[in-house]
């Protein structure tokens, strides 16, 4: 049974996850009523956007591409999980590096 709380913050939570500009779009979306379940999910999903350009331009400095690949799928998992954890109203961090996120991205409340 989801609550109204989770409820309000269900929208801007998964849209976090739709590219960095929908992270961006729900940080916005967020200013006013400051949800705790969307903004826990913003900065994973900021924190993994974040990652994910970053895995991207160090695959490219290799050029190899199964390291492109495994970085990709990597990533596309760990989005797709935070995604699944938002629709479910659930606030886990993503595996391995979502606990840093919560630490990292304090100032999105």
């Known amino acids: ?3 109204d709380y989770e409820k309000q913050g269900k929208t ?3 849209v976090s996850y739709i590219t960095l500009i929908g992270t961006i779009i729900a ?3 967020n200013q006013e009523h400051k ?15 974040i990652s994910f350009y ?3 331009a160090i695959a490219n400095i290799f050029g190899n591409m199964m390291i ?5 799928i990597f990533s596309i998992v760990l989005i ?3 995604l699944i954890t938002a629709i479910k109203e659930e606030q886990k961090p993503v595996p391995i590096i979502g ?3 919560q630490k990292w991205f304090t100032f999105i409340k």
Do not use: D, K
Request: hydrophobic share 55%; glycine share 6%.
């Open 1 to 3: 049974m989801e609550s």
């Open 12 to 14: 801007p939570a998964i």
């Open 27 to 29: 940080f916005f979306m």
């Open 35 to 49: 949800n705790q379940f969307a903004s826990f999910h913003i900065r994973q999903a900021l924190g993994l956007w």
């Open 54 to 56: 970053l895995l991207v």
């Open 68 to 72: 492109h690949f495994s970085f990709y």
């Open 80 to 82: 797709v999980y935070g």
């Open 99 to 101: 606990e840093y996120f």
